[in-house]
């Protein structure tokens, strides 16, 4: 199910929304002024939101739990945590896609039973001579509330389970392969999708 803090550009859609309406107001009943202005209005007071919204933008807060693994990015109007699991030396050649569907199996049977999560598969491959590690992220995200920090408290232990699953899936799937706790750089970077990992937005 598609939640409306998903939708990156929920603004750009709103403001296309109310210049629509305006637009067609203006050409259908150029003498409705009533009208006109209404929607004139409602799009002002949105330009007037959107500008503010965008001027006190905050750069999101990022906390690491070291010990057990798991990023919390506070943004202005969402949570997010995410924990992963690596395999951190992979083989050249070996199919990895008839095990992970054992992984997706087991997590859809915890997502069915506890809705809300999201599974990322992902592949770390470095441009220097590093290892490439190859894993599964967990995430959970929810509308930021007045005590953020209960929000993430029991986000975390939500996830905390979700990541015990997951676990236990990864070293049953694949028996013969080390599965180890994601580095913070290793979780950024997969929830940036590789691309600039200092962009959290």
Same mark, same amino acid.
Request: hydrophobic share 45%; glycine share 8%; charged share 20%.
């Given at each position: 199910m598609i939640r409306l803090y998903d939708i990156h550009d929920l603004k750009w859609i709103g403001l296309s929304i109310f210049a629509t309406i305006f637009s067609l107001k203006i050409y259908l009943a150029p003498e409705d002024f009533l009208g006109v202005s209404m929607s004139g209005a409602g799009l002002g007071l949105y330009l007037i939101a959107?500008?503010?919204?965008?001027?006190?933008? @905050?750069?999101?807060?990022?906390l690491w739990d070291a010990e057990r693994g798991i990023v919390s990015i506070i943004r202005q109007w969402t949570l997010e945590v995410s924990c992963a699991r690596v395999l951190s030396s992979v083989p050249i050649g070996i199919d990895l896609s008839h095990s992970g569907r054992k992984v997706l199996q087991s997590m859809y049977t915890r997502f069915s039973n506890c809705p809300g999560g999201y599974l990322v598969f992902f592949i770390i491959r470095p441009v220097? %001579?590093?290892?490439?590690?190859?894993?599964?992220?967990? @995430?959970?995200?929810?509308? @930021?509330?007045?005590?953020?920090?209960?929000?993430? %408290? %029991?986000?975390? @232990?939500?996830?905390?389970?979700?990541?015990?699953?997951?676990?236990?899936a990864m070293r049953a799937a694949y028996p013969h392969l080390p599965v180890e706790k994601a580095s913070f750089q290793d979780i950024i970077t997969t929830g940036t999708g590789g691309l600039e990992t200092h962009a959290l937005v």
């Amino acid at each position: 199910m598609i939640r409306l803090y998903d939708i990156h550009d929920l603004k750009w859609i709103g403001l296309s929304i109310f210049a629509t309406i305006f637009s067609l107001k203006i050409y259908l009943a150029p003498e409705d002024f009533l009208g006109v202005s209404m929607s004139g209005a409602g799009l002002g007071l949105y330009l007037i939101a959107l500008f503010i919204h965008l001027s006190s933008t @905050k750069e999101p807060r990022v906390l690491w739990d070291a010990e057990r693994g798991i990023v919390s990015i506070i943004r202005q109007w969402t949570l997010e945590v995410s924990c992963a699991r690596v395999l951190s030396s992979v083989p050249i050649g070996i199919d990895l896609s008839h095990s992970g569907r054992k992984v997706l199996q087991s997590m859809y049977t915890r997502f069915s039973n506890c809705p809300g999560g999201y599974l990322v598969f992902f592949i770390i491959r470095p441009v220097d %001579n590093s290892t490439t590690r190859v894993g599964y992220l967990v @995430k959970r995200k929810g509308l @930021k509330l007045w005590r953020s920090q209960s929000q993430i %408290n %029991n986000l975390s @232990k939500t996830i905390a389970t979700d990541l015990m699953i997951l676990e236990r899936a990864m070293r049953a799937a694949y028996p013969h392969l080390p599965v180890e706790k994601a580095s913070f750089q290793d979780i950024i970077t997969t929830g940036t999708g590789g691309l600039e990992t200092h962009a959290l937005v």
